[in-house]
């Protein structure tokens, strides 16, 4: 009987908790923005978050499979970067368009460096990026003929903005306007956002942080005007980006102090784009570029070992 | 107000309900009982008999060889088999003291009988403390008589018995606490006796408010001695965890609890130094907790020193299932056993049977960074860091990241949803860059 014993170090025992939960968590997380969009925006949009996610999943299982890797695609992550990328689309773009960024997201942002934990920025980010710099036109329409936003009125509220017009903030809460499917309703990704707070699946350090920057940069830069300052927190990807995509595992810092840190570099660079960049835009490239950061804040800010102050007497 | 605590920790599944609630039986050995001349951290004590030499229950059997070492106590009368090596509880094989029962039990003479500490020396409480055999009970197994001598008494503030009993599964320090409080603060009075600007502290988690209780109301009359209930998580009762929760002081890998002015010691430690000085009896008996899901009846004994675990399996009516792992001690910090056929030592807990070995049924995975086990480590450390410089076996980061400040209590490993095996690779990275320390 002995040699049918089990021998290995301790601990031996493990938490509940894993990696396919987690990643789950953040989809259910995720359905009420994708809802939201599908709702406003028509069944065209469900078709854009399925054929990504579908993309993502595929790309990730061709590639394991052609370099004999074990297979993860039952890991969740591929599901959830394919859904982030979805979300982060314009509501009518091409479908092929969101599906070769699900490819690139998962091959060469995620693959090429080694599979899943060791790509150096959000790779649903890095897509997005990338195809906002390959198709700008698309990328960059935000007209929704459910709607009957056209090229006038589908500008989106930071556009609106940016052109000095009014924007309507009660729109933008609830999700009545035009964006991506998944950044418009601030209402349906708090829920999210909240739901993943209370399954202890993020903390609300980054998003707090990042949020609450932004809010005092364009209070101050904006002309000390709180009405700005607010349409500015509930207009394009903040809340999105802030509670989605700066609190990836991979890309953000994991020391406490350095994700203080992280959360206010997201804000001041986010800032700096929105009120002086080419594009009303900031927040993807807010947060790519503070991804690159990560290794080097994370260094910075090691905590300081239990007991390292005390003396031998 | 919060109760008593230090920052991370986890939670895991208590198990406690099992044999919490079972007092503890006296369990009689069989055969030949088997002294492992190395019970403790320090050199292996020096044989004092041999082959064919007639011994009794309270004879020392093997005297201590070196400053940090305990003598052996024999537990049985009986005639010595052989003194040759032997397997024990962690795997590996221990030159030991074989002894074949009798089963007359005669003492050496003047066992048990009544002594007033208060009378004794200092020195007198010492050499009692070190003739006794006595060393830490909560599974460090550290010579207590070096721990009571500290460079300067006066300089010790705090005396804490650790009572948080935070490994799930054990219950053997809480029976005692409820069966044998007096004791308790006997020894507690015995070990303040030694350090006179001291005042006591037992620690205890609030998972057991029945000791909590019991042990308030008997030392409500001592002014020098209070009770600290804690709050119950894992590893409440690691050394430096208790004293930051009872004292607010932090003590890191280079210091003794003594730097802080703190004693720590286990309650069967400071049961046992009563029993020592107070009753003249040495040690020769632990409380060992036999659980788990897979064991018929899970229950507290109190055994002989060197009775055989096969002898412990039975008395709990065997496994009611097959078990897949066997552990000595408990889950968090036990050892995974592949053979039962080694005796019970100054350092045993409990035996803990498992059906199912979450091990196993958890393949690791790629690490996602979600940096769970920085929020859980005591020791405020980076273990995702850590491991990373354990994988590639490059000891000096894994050191410049402070982990040697590691103290292996296994929160890592156990809250990490990708189930790496962080403690694992800390223990050998711990060794190296230790080994690499003598070199210099």
Redesign the interface.
Known sequence: ??N????????????K???K??MFDVVIALIPATAWGVYQFGFYALAVVIATVAACVASEYVWEKGMHKPI?IA?G?AVVTGMILALNMPPEIPIWMPMLGGVFAIIVVKQLFG????NFMNPALAARCFLLISFAGSMNNFTSAKLGFDSVSGATPLAAMRAGSPVDLAAMVVGRIPGTIGEVSVIALLIGGLYMIIRKVISPRIPLIYIGTVAVFVFVFGGFDLTYTVNQICAGGLIFGAFFMATD??TSP???KGQVVFGILLGLLTGIFRLWGGSPEGVSYAIILSNLCMPMI?KLT???????????? | MGLATF?GG?H??EGKELSESKPVQELMPQGELVFPLSQHIGAPANPLVKKGDQVLAGQIIAEAGGFISANVVCSVSGTVKAVEPRRVANGAMVNSIVVENDGEYRTVEGVGEDRDYTTLSKEEIRKIVKDAGIVGLGGAGFPTHVKLTP?DDA?IDYVIVNGAECE?YLTSDYRLMIEEPEKLVGGLKVILQLFENAKGVIGIENNKPEAIKKLTELVKDEPKISVCPLLTKYPQGGE?SLI?AVTG????????P???GCIVDNVDTVISIYNAVCKSTPLMRKIITVTGDAISQPQNFRVKLGTNYEELIEAAGGFKT??????NGG??????????HVPVMKNSSAL?C?SK??????EP????????C?DVC?????P??MMRAAMNNDAESFEK??GM?CV?C??C???????R?L??AF?EMRKVVAANRRKK
């Open positions: 009987m002995n049918m014993l089990h021998v290995s170090s301790s601990p031996h025992v493990r938490d908790v894993t990696t939960n987690l993860t890991d992550s599979g899943l934990g060791q595992y991979v994991i020391t406490k994370e090691l905590p300081k070992a239990f007991g390292k102050e005390g003396k031998k007497a | 920052k986890v895991p599944y460079k300089k799930p430096r930051y002081r932090k003590v890191n890998s280079s210091m003794l003594a730097d802080a097959e078990p897949e792992k066997v552990i889950p968090m910090m036990g050892q995974a056993m592949f053979d039962f803990t498992m070995d979450e091990v196993a049924a958890n995975t790629p690490c996602i960074r979600c940096g769970r920085v005591p020791s405020n450390i980076v995702v860091l990241l402070n400040e292996e296994g929160s490993a156990f809250i990490c949803p990708a189930k095996p403690t694992q223990k």
